[in-house]
T-cell receptor
């Protein structure tokens, strides 16, 4: 498996502002994913980020609201833009198994707990 | 109807009990099945990863997949208070998106 860190671990933000969440992996991985986990609910995929290409967004999520960067094989950022209280959630990054090939096994970071007031 | 259904619990058992956690799904294209454990205020931790039907055992944990019934299970033997967590099932159809569909999670409490 991989060791994944996220920054910040938590934040309280005012509506209308933006927050960028960082995800760092200790080994090179092909695929990185961003999920949202709203209170009492399961994980919902926001987008898939591959190095060297545009992120692929799931239905209901758009690039203007959740811009993503993937500058190299160990790092990605997710920005939550123009925040509203409905964006209060835990944001998690995950990576596939770092074996040099893609896999359906995904390993998760510790999450970023966001509260929007 | 959700693609993956999971009883939210909570499920409360005494220490040492055998725990059975289950998920049902509607998409017959799912081929990869995973169980994650999530402690409070932590990210999900991958416990078991299986492909297609059958059983897989790892220590006290056994994962079962019955594709004909669209039903998967996770058994925990000799449950411990440290097993108290939320257990999430996840599935993939093996497509090029590598997307996982998660159940809503079952909260497990193992009483000392």
């Amino acid at each position: 498996s991989a060791v994944i860190s996220q920054k910040p671990s938590r934040d309280i933000c005012q509506r209308g502002t933006s927050l960028t969440i960082q995800c760092q992996v200790d080994s090179q991985v092909t695929m990185m994913f961003w999920y949202r986990q709203q209170p009492g609910q399961s994980l919902t995929l926001i987008a898939t980020a591959n190095q060297g290409s545009e992120a692929t967004y799931e239905s209901g999520f758009v690039i203007d609201k959740f811009p993503i960067s993937r500058p190299n094989l160990t790092f990605s950022t997710l920005t939550v833009s123009n925040m509203s209280p409905e964006d209060s959630s835990i944001y998690l990054c995950s990576v596939d198994r770092p074996t040099g090939g893609s896999s359906y096994e995904q390993y998760f970071g510790p999450g970023t707990r966001l509260t929007v007031t | 109807q959700k693609e993956v259904e999971q009883d939210p619990g909570p499920l409360s058992v005494p220490e040492g009990a055998i725990v059975s956690l289950n998920c049902t799904y509607s998409n017959s294209a799912f081929q990869y099945f995973m169980w994650y454990r999530q402690y409070s205020r932590k990210g999900p931790e991958l416990l078991m990863y299986t492909y297609s039907s059958g059983n897989k055992e790892d220590g006290r944990f056994t994962a079962q997949v019955d594709k004909s019934s669209k039903y998967i299970s996770l058994f925990i033997r000799d449950s411990q208070p440290s097993d108290s967590a939320t257990y999430l099932c996840a599935m993939s159809d093996g497509g090029s998106s590598y997307k996982l569909i998660f159940g809503s999670g079952t909260r497990l409490l193992v009483r000392p």
